[in-house]
Nanobody, 126 residues
Framework: QGQLAESGGGLVQAGDSLRLSCVASLRTASTYKKAWFRQAPGKEREFVAA????????RYADSAKGRFALSRDNAKNAVYLQMNNLEPEDTAVYYC???????????????????WGQGTQVTVSS
C-alpha cells in the first residue's frame, strides 16, 4: 500500500488536456514496467497505456492512440500520462500500476500488475 501515488486529475472540458503523474516509492521501481488503467462507474477496469522499464517501448489502447502519450523519468521514479483532446468518454478514475515481471512484454490485463495506486479522478464535461 502507498507505493504508487497518482496526481494530476481534475475536471476539464472536452478538447482540453491533462497530465497525470505517478510517483513510486518502491525501491526498485525503475526496473518495473508501468501502466495506466482507468475505471468508469459501472464498468470494468480497462487498460490505457504501458511503458517498458527503460521507456523505449510503449503500448496504447485503441482509445488512447493519437491522443495520449506515456513517458517516464526513472531518476524521479515517475511516469507521466499526457492526455490531449479529452472526450467525455475518458471520464474515469485513472490508476497507475507496476509490473515487476521482466520476462514478458507489456501487458494489458490488470491481473498482471502487482502494485497499484489509489487512483485520480478525471472528469471531462461536454
Amino acid at each position: 500500500q502507498g507505493q504508487l501515488a497518482e496526481s494530476g486529475g481534475g475536471l476539464v472540458q472536452a478538447g482540453d488536456s491533462l497530465r497525470l503523474s505517478c510517483v513510486a516509492s518502491l525501491r526498485t521501481a525503475s526496473t518495473y514496467k508501468k501502466a495506466w488503467f482507468r475505471q468508469a462507474p459501472g464498468k470494468e477496469r480497462e487498460f490505457v497505456a504501458a511503458i517498458s522499464s527503460g521507456g523505449g517501448t510503449t503500448r496504447y489502447a485503441d482509445s488512447a492512440k493519437g491522443r495520449f502519450a506515456l513517458s517516464r523519468d526513472n531518476a524521479k521514479n515517475a511516469v507521466y500520462l499526457q492526455m490531449n483532446n479529452l472526450e467525455p468518454e475518458d471520464t474515469a478514475v485513472y490508476y497507475c500500476a507496476a509490473d515487476r515481471n521482466q520476462n514478458v512484454g507489456l501487458r494489458s490485463l490488470p491481473s498482471a500488475y502487482e502494485y497499484w495506486g489509489q487512483g485520480t479522478q478525471v472528469t471531462v464535461s461536454s
